[in-house]
């Protein structure tokens, strides 16, 4: 098994910066593919950013040239950092892991293999 924990969510103020990590565990050599996603008060799930084994990434178009993905060297950690926040950015953020490198992304199936509990992002105005 392996297991995700999110830190770094908090308060901050509109155009300011934050950066999240999560750290895996467990199993970690089956992981192959991570992202983020989140999930405002009242609304669905929604994808945010993904980054594949070889390092490439792609981003929602509500975060593109705002955020940014990235892995450590040693795979096990991944980062987001956040800039130029908004209010609408407010929202749980989850991190996630996947271990088949056979299928869809997770930003078409909306779903991965493993998730983190989240950590809370208040962007206030």
């Known amino acids: 098994q392996v297991q995700l924990v999110e830190s770094g969510g908090g308060l901050v103020q509109a155009v300011g910066s934050l950066i999240l990590s999560c750290a895996a565990s467990?199993?970690?050599?089956?992981?192959?593919?991570m992202g983020w996603f989140r999930q405002a008060p009242g609304k669905d799930r929604e994808f945010v950013a993904h980054?594949?084994?070889?390092?490439?990434?792609y981003y929602a178009d509500s975060v593109k040239g705002r955020f940014t993905i990235s892995r450590m060297s040693a795979k096990n950690t991944m980062l987001l950092q956040m800039n130029s926040l908004k209010p609408e950015d407010t929202a749980v953020y989850y991190c996630a892991a996947d271990r088949d490198i056979t299928r869809a992304p997770m930003y078409e199936r909306d779903e991965a293999d493993y998730w983190g509990q989240g950590t809370q992002v208040t962007v206030s105005s």
């Open positions: 980054i594949w084994w070889s390092g490439s990434t």
């Open positions: 467990g199993r970690t050599f089956t992981i192959y593919n």
